[in-house]
């Protein structure tokens, strides 16, 4: 899938390793990812892809091994062992938010609470302070 006599960027040529590997379209895997096609012709080969797009690509096509994306390093395809390691990273991270929403909640009850008590107390105060005045008046 390499172009003729082209220097293609390393990255680049590992997402067209990939694309040829999983039998996809070109002009799919760059709708899905919104990678412009002119990244992958002629001078467009030789510059790296951005960071934003490489996370973009991890998250559209989570099959790929980030470390082999970005380094060449270890298999191109993610094994199973990995796609349960991070499936449970996902899930401790959601459960982490939930216990924290669970948590934003409480201390919005407990301000509710606080400022009922405070408004009770301003009440109370006013109508102390201006029966007083009534007295003295």
Known sequence: MQEKGQNIAPIKGRILQYIDYKKIKKSYFLE???ISA???KSSGLKSEIGGDKMALILSKFPD???KWLLTGNGE???SEDDKIISG???TQECKKCEVLEKEIQ???EIIESKNETIKAYQSTN???NGGSKRTSA
């Open 38 to 40: 002119s990244n992958f």
């Open 106 to 108: 409480h201390l919005q």
């Open 32 to 34: 899905k990812t919104t």
């Open 126 to 128: 006013s109508e102390t």
């Open 88 to 90: 449970l990273e996902k």
């Open 64 to 66: 790929i091994n980030a």
């Open 76 to 78: 191109m395809l993610l």
